[in-house]
């Protein structure tokens, strides 16, 4: 069999990650510990004790600035950061560093359930607007004791106004071939909130998880009968 | 060229040996062609010629599984009617563009911050394998993700450089229990395949 072509990573075996990062050590001393892949193995694991004070320092010193820069450069080329076009003015319109929201964002998602439905090339964001709240749900259950319960409440409550203010938005973009259905995923929608809403009132932890998921697939099963109207290629 | 105009879902059976825990696992993964109709079209085709029955897993680490090279110096699908290998160009689709990207990784065409539809988010991210300095040399060699690195944006490493076209949405976690030499005993599509438009897996060669 000939050579695998190269899925990413062919550098080295170990997962990729482009910082150098630096830990402060119980005695205060900042350690290099990390890598960087791209720009090979400049920093590699830390200077030690503060025995040999002279020749250490020269070296740590220089040894941190070559990692501060492959840092540099390598936070630069994975981030995008701009480092033109900052406002000249003493106070600038909009956010000083304009690359820094995209740093700042909610968890990232990993369920690739999530990640399938918001890929749907769909813009109707009222079913968004039900969809996100349910989803919600999960990170609510992971709290431990009562207030994990308070939390899907609320949850549930988001959903429920959500469906019921956005409901005609959310019938706008289904086909007329498919009103039907899509009227009878609402109304099992509605209904199936209303059970999880009373399973929680009943303080039934176990049952809101599968609730959950049933009303996932419900919307789910409408957001595919939306699709009729995405862009076909 | 095949393309799948809609999403469609496969179950991939593979035969795990000496290993007393696991002996078949069924992977359920699903495809879109939303936004990726070139790259998950490309596949489905493969699937429906049996390309990958019998296949072994040839790269199994802390950071991918990957197969899809068949037996022989080629490195990916030898196209029958013209002898040569079949390459797909690199496809990634952009949140808020209307049309996938082709040909170029976005760290290419300047676009750093852009997201990808389909990012490499999580464990079981389905994307293809090519040679790392050609962009468009992607044929049958593909790559599911295990560790998912992310950086303080939120976005993998890969975003943007591979094409992620699918992700394994049932029993992903026992990738982690495959390894070298294991077999994709099938992978039949479960459905979807009328989404397919252009399948040369009907052509006699």
């Known amino acids: ?233 | 060229m095949p393309l799948l105009k809609g999403r469609a879902t496969v179950d991939m059976k593979v035969k795990v040996k000496d290993n007393p825990n696991v002996q078949d696992c069924v992977f359920r993964i699903v495809l879109d062609g939303y936004n990726a109709p070139v790259t998950a079209g490309n596949f489905v085709d493969l699937v429906e010629r049996h390309f990958y029955d019998g296949m072994e897993i040839q790269r199994a680490d802390g950071f991918v599984v990957q197969t899809g090279d068949p037996e022989g110096p080629a490195e990916g699908f030898i196209d029958p009617s013209t002898e040569k290998v079949r390459t797909i160009p690199l496809e990634i689709m952009v949140v808020g563009d209307k049309s996938p990207v082709y040909g170029a990784t976005l760290e290419e065409l300047g676009r750093y911050k852009a997201q990808t539809r389909l990012p490499f988010n999580a464990f079981g991210t389905m994307a293809m394998a090519r040679e790392e300095f050609e962009n468009n040399s992607a044929s049958s060699q593909v790559f599911w993700l295990k560790e998912s690195e992310l950086t303080p944006s939120n976005a993998n490493i890969l975003d943007g450089r591979y094409a992620v076209f699918g992700y394994v949405t049932e029993n992903e976690g026992y990738l982690a229990d495959l390894k070298v030499g294991d077999v994709v005993e099938s992978i039949q599509v479960v459905s979807g395949l009328d989404n397919l438009v252009n399948p040369s897996y009907k052509i006699v060669g």
């Not at chain 1, 910082?19 to 890598?35: H, Q």
């Not at chain 1, 540099?72 to 000249?88: M, S």
């Not at chain 1, 409550?157 to 019921?164: G, K, V």
């Not at chain 1, 899509?182 to 809101?208: H, M, S, T, Y």
């Open chain 1, 1 to 233: 069999m000939a050579a695998l072509l190269s899925a990413p990573g062919r550098f080295s075996p170990v997962s990729p990650f482009a910082f150098c990062y630096v830990r402060k050590a119980s005695d205060g001393l900042p350690r290099r510990v990390g890598w960087m892949r791209s720009l090979g193995h400049r920093c590699t694991a830390s200077c030690s004790t503060r025995g040999d004070r002279g020749e250490e320092e020269r070296k740590r010193s220089f040894d941190l600035k070559d990692c501060a820069l492959t840092a540099a450069i390598a936070v630069g080329l994975v981030t995008g950061i701009p480092h033109l076009g900052w406002p000249a003015h003493a106070s600038p319109a909009g956010p000083v560093l304009p690359g820094l929201s995209v740093l700042i964002s909610g968890p990232p998602i990993k369920d690739p359930g999530v990640l399938l439905r918001n890929a749907l090339p769909i813009n109707n964001k009222a079913i968004r607007e039900v969809q996100k709240p349910l989803e919600d749900i999960s990170e609510s259950l992971k709290v431990s004791g009562v207030k994990a319960l308070d939390l899907v409440e609320r949850n549930v409550r988001q959903a429920s106004r959500a469906l019921s203010q956005g409901r005609e938005l959310i019938m706008a973009s289904v086909a007329e071939s498919k009103k039907q259905h899509g009227e009878d995923l609402v109304n099992k929608l509605v209904v199936g909130l209303e059970e999880l809403g009373r399973i929680v009132e009943q303080r039934d932890r176990d049952a809101v998880a599968p609730k959950q998921k049933e009303l996932l697939n419900y919307v789910g099963g409408f957001l595919k009968q939306l699709h009729e109207h995405a862009r076909l290629f």
